[in-house]
């Protein structure tokens, strides 16, 4: 059920993406601008399906490994993958200094798991495992292609955004002028777009971390190296900036950018993380002991 899920979440987003480009198309061109919404649609699309794992990759600087160059980080994954009953992913490394890790691409026979050298040089054995067999929980239940086209089409919508306050305005349309609900358009746009990324990443990425974890916990034979793990990422984080657009942070095991204080009310739902003292006390859970953080 879960996967029909997350596979029905995937063409629902594709659809959403096809619809947004008609009706800004339509919007700021007629007819005409409905073609080009259409082309437009189909293209990135099409690129969100089979491309978006290249994307991400490419976005981090990440390189390919060999069996010979990283064999601790190989045999992990080997073990861990026929675990969970999946082939075993493509092995990356990124380079920044940042402790973090994804996994991406369109199902398991094409799964890629990509950690940082940060990373690598930061956990030990254990951890390492833990946060490993958390990305391999994602590519089993075909978390990885909702997440990596959710940032495509988040950065997508910010793109629209910036292409709607060149264009907008009633440029390009030939049966009317400009008029005041040209304006009105272009600020909804501009209001509005950044909000819909936010969302879409919202929507995604709070509640699959949680069934990562646990997942990913029985996968490596227990929490404790992903509980330790998730405290030495939290705390790098906070002190090693990694260089990767809002619209990519939820793809990692937790937010790589730059800490920030999240309030009260509104601004907490547009995290794209459940805050990592909540995911290590259900850890903690899974082990038998107290929550340490209820009351």
């Excluded at 990596?148 to 349309?173: L, N, P």
């Excluded at 095991?253 to 003292?277: D, Q, Y």
Aim: hydrophobic fraction near 45%.
């Amino acid at each position: 059920m879960g996967i029909f899920t997350n596979v029905l979440k995937t063409a629902l987003l594709l659809g959403a993406l096809m619809g947004l480009c008609l009706g800004l198309g339509y919007a700021f061109g007629g007819e005409r601008g409905l073609i080009i919404g259409f082309l437009l649609g189909g293209g990135m699309s099409a690129v969100s399906y089979f491309f978006s794992d290249k994307i991400a990759l490419a976005s981090v600087g990440a390189q390919a490994v060999t069996r010979e160059q990283a064999p601790e980080l190989y045999s992990m994954v080997e073990t861990l993958a026929q675990r969970a009953g999946i082939p075993t992913p493509r092995l990356y490394v990124a380079p920044a200094q940042a402790p973090n890790a994804f996994a991406t691409g369109r199902n398991p026979k094409n799964g890629v798991v990509c950690v940082t050298a940060g990373l690598m040089s930061m956990m030990d054995s254990q951890e390492l495992q833990g946060v490993l067999a958390h990305e391999l929980s994602h590519i089993k239940h075909r978390d990885i292609l909702i997440a990596t086209i959710a940032a495509v089409i988040a950065g997508a919508i910010s793109m629209m955004a910036h292409m709607a306050m060149w264009f907008g305005g009633g440029y390009g349309r030939r049966d009317r002028s400009s008029s005041p609900l040209d304006l009105v358009a272009l600020i909804a746009m501009m209001l509005f777009a950044p909000l819909a990324a936010g969302l879409i990443q919202m929507a995604i990425s709070r509640s699959r971390e949680y069934a990562a974890d646990a997942r990913g916990a029985q996968l490596a034979g227990g929490p404790e190296g992903l509980i330790s793990a998730l405290k030495k990422l939290e705390t790098a984080n906070r002190q090693i900036p990694m260089n990767v657009t809002p619209s990519q942070s939820h793809m990692f095991i937790v937010k790589p950018l730059p800490a920030r204080a999240v309030g009260e009310g509104v601004s907490s739902l547009f995290r794209t993380h459940p805050p990592t003292e909540q995911r290590i006390a259900k850890l903690i859970q899974l082990m038998g002991r107290p929550n340490p953080y209820a009351g």
